[in-house]
């Protein structure tokens, strides 16, 4: 349910929940929206999005995403620039969970916020399709 409610309505009532459970807001908050979730935010959103976070934490959070995640990415950036991170990240070595995770929860809480803020829109599960 709280998926499918706009961001403002659900933020507001994981506030809300927050106030009377602290760790139960929480634990909400981080299994509402994945990193995978992303991927339904509109090329231009994306655009917005990545312009927002660091190559190192970008790097980090494509470790364990799935393969229409990276794509998603890969396909909104310039041929150069997507070129250059695939590259980064065949080279990269190995790296602890907990900082894959932690990268993916920065950039998810950062489309968040702007999505607050009105400067991306976030489709939510089962929204269905604007024309």
Known sequence: VLKRMQGPDTEGLL???????????EELKRALFTFDDLQRISGRGMQVL??????????????TASDNMKEKIFGNLSSRAATMLREELEMMGP????DVETAQ???????????TEGQIRIEREGSGDYV
């Open 105 to 115: 929860r920065t950039i998810v809480e950062r489309a968040l916020a702007l999505e």
């Open 15 to 25: 506030d809300h929940l927050g106030e009377a459970d602290s760790k139960l807001g």
């Open 50 to 63: 990545l312009k927002e976070i660091s190559t190192d934490q970008l790097l980090l959070a494509l470790r």
């Open 95 to 98: 790296t602890k969970l907990s």
